[in-house]
């Protein structure tokens, strides 16, 4: 009984060769499966990686263009992107014919931006990238990882970004303390008048000739000129400080109403301290005045100071609440006698840069560098 048991529980020859043979059948088919499973997989990682290396591109065009309003230097910055950023060893193809150039606007914060493309030539706020180059390449750049039995798989993705200079409230916050009445190749001196004053003038009388204050003036009239020509619609407020803070102009799209409120403080110039954390809450209040702030657009301040801060809260204790608004700071020091230092640091908290300017050629650089380097963001 025991032997009977034993040889009914041996493997036959026959059914031990039928596996074998099942096996060297099957597993060409698991290999082939394997192989394309793992394909797949690898064609949707490049497919990410590839709209990540155009996301970086365009956002190098955009800014190129932004500052430069050069289709070719954005061209430029676009291959140089790409070519930081290889795909399987591979960099993306980028020629001219893969960048649109034109305007992407929004009406409102529950919308997505619009892009339509503008005429060669014309001015735009934003750059599409679309990997056409690569899409319609005659030869396989990116091969998939293992042989496909005959099949012609392309990894050819097509993918696309837009980096949009967005739509922008701007709060001019200047310093008008008595500093600025002097010329930008003096030193102020509190118990003098500046040198370019008339005989008998005094803090209240117009602003004297050849002063920081004017110099100023005209460097905003070239900023506001610089906006009116660019094709987004921003709005623009003016804020002011000395010892004390005011706004003289709320957010508006009417840009000369803003030097008139410079103008007016031209005519009767009183100076005074410096208080720039004041300043800073002022126009942080211009930007966040709900009966004209739009609620889509990107809060940015410009700060101006000629001077040191020395009255009133610091200006640190401001940057808290930029931070939480979400807004930017800009900061320019204009002459020597102001703390570059301090400013920088300020700009810099708020997600900004510093400018310095000792004349009124570089002022007027500054402002037109800024207006180059507001926000932009990325819109699909």
């Known amino acids: 009984m025991r032997t009977l048991l034993s040889a009914n529980h041996k493997e036959s020859p026959q059914r031990t060769g039928s596996v074998m043979v099942l096996l060297v059948v099957l597993l060409p088919v698991l290999f082939v499966l394997s192989s394309y499973a793992i394909n797949i997989a690898y064609i949707e990682a490049v497919n990410a990686d590839v709209q990540i290396a155009t996301d970086v591109a365009v956002q190098a065009a955009g800014r190129a263009y932004m500052e430069t309003g050069d289709e070719a230097a954005a061209l430029a910055a676009a291959q140089q992107a790409a070519s930081r950023n290889p795909v399987s060893g591979v960099t993306i193809p980028i020629s001219a014919s893969d960048l649109d150039f034109g305007i992407s606007q929004r009406q409102s914060i529950s919308e997505g931006y619009t892009f339509n493309q503008v005429s060669d030539g014309e001015p735009g706020n934003a750059v599409r990238l679309t990997t056409r180059t690569l899409n319609e390449s005659s030869s396989n750049l990116i091969p998939p990882i293992f042989p496909t039995m005959g099949v012609d798989i392309q990894i050819r993705p097509n993918a696309r970004?837009?980096?949009?200079?967005?739509?922008?409230?701007?709060?001019?916050?200047?310093?008008?303390?008595?500093?600025?009445?002097?010329?930008?190749?003096?030193?102020?001196?509190?118990?003098?008048?500046?040198?370019?004053?008339?005989?008998?003038?005094?803090?209240?009388?117009?602003?004297?000739?050849?002063?920081?204050?004017?110099?100023?003036?005209?460097?905003?009239?070239?900023?506001?000129?610089?906006?009116?020509?660019?094709?987004?619609?921003?709005?623009?407020?003016?804020?002011?400080?000395?010892?004390?803070?005011?706004?003289?102009?709320k957010l508006t799209y009417d840009y000369p109403q803003v030097i008139d409120g410079l103008n007016t403080i031209s005519a009767?110039?009183?100076?005074?301290?410096?208080?720039?954390?004041?300043?800073?809450?002022?126009?942080?209040?211009?930007?966040?005045d709900e009966s004209v702030a739009r609620p889509y657009a990107v809060?940015?301040?410009?700060?101006?100071?000629?001077?040191?801060?020395?009255?009133?809260?610091?200006?640190?204790?401001?940057?808290?609440?930029?931070?939480?608004?979400?807004?930017?700071?800009?900061?320019?020091?204009?002459?020597?006698?102001?703390?570059?230092?301090r400013m920088q640091q300020l700009a810099e908290s708020c997600g900004g840069t510093h400018f310095h300017a000792v004349d009124a050629a570089q002022l007027t650089q500054a402002f037109q560098d800024i207006a180059k380097r507001l926000p932009s963001l990325m819109t699909l």
């Open 268 to 288: 009767f110039f009183d100076g005074g301290g410096t208080a720039i954390g004041q300043g800073m809450r002022e126009g942080l209040g211009a930007l966040n």
């Open 299 to 341: 809060k940015v301040m410009i700060l101006l100071s000629d001077g040191i801060h020395n009255y009133g809260s610091s200006p640190e204790s401001a940057v808290n609440q930029m931070q939480n608004s979400g807004a930017t700071l800009f900061a320019i020091t204009f002459s020597n006698e102001a703390d570059q230092g």
């Open 161 to 249: 970004a837009i980096s949009t200079r967005s739509t922008m409230d701007v709060a001019l916050v200047i310093d008008r303390s008595g500093s600025m009445a002097f010329s930008s190749d003096e030193v102020a001196d509190p118990y003098a008048s500046p040198a370019a004053a008339p005989a008998g003038w005094n803090y209240g009388d117009p602003v004297p000739p050849n002063s920081r204050w004017l110099d100023m003036v005209a460097s905003v009239q070239s900023f506001n000129q610089y906006l009116t020509d660019s094709p987004q619609i921003e709005q623009l407020s003016l804020s002011t400080y000395s010892h004390i803070t005011s706004t003289e102009q």
